[in-house]
């Protein structure tokens, strides 16, 4: 059974940096794509980074430069480093995982999220 369980949310100052942390288990992590997507509220869930089972990663142009997704495989764990925070980032943050072995990003399964918070 896939679980995944955010970690590392809370509520920052504006500039300031926070690192979530994604623990997977109930499969073999290193061969899956792994993402982070958020959603504000009242709006449509947004993604947010990838990190394919090669180490390549993608991010949305808006969070270029400012956030950093990482996996750890002998840990099972998927990081997102995200600095220079802006209220605009506040928002819950979800873990997510391919549905396909072996490299296809196509997200299916999620966690329960952890929430961000940033004040100005």
């Known amino acids: 059974q896939v679980q995944l369980v955010e970690s590392g949310g809370g509520s920052v100052q504006t500039g300031g940096s926070l690192r979530l942390s994604c623990a997977a288990s109930g499969y073999t992590y290193s061969s899956y794509c792994m993402g982070w997507f958020r959603q504000a509220p009242g709006k449509e869930r947004e993604g947010v980074a990838s990190?394919?089972?090669?180490?390549?990663?993608t991010y949305a142009d808006s969070l270029k430069g400012r956030f950093t997704i990482s996996r750890d495989n002998a840990k099972n764990t998927l990081y997102l480093q995200m600095n220079s925070l802006k209220p605009e980032d506040t928002a819950m943050y979800y873990c997510?995982?391919?549905?396909?072995?072996?490299?296809?990003?196509?997200?299916?399964?999620w966690g329960q999220g952890t929430q961000v918070t940033v004040s100005s």
């Open positions: 990190i394919d089972i090669d180490g390549s990663t």
């Open positions: 997510a995982r391919a549905i396909t072995y072996g490299g296809s990003c196509d997200f299916g399964y």
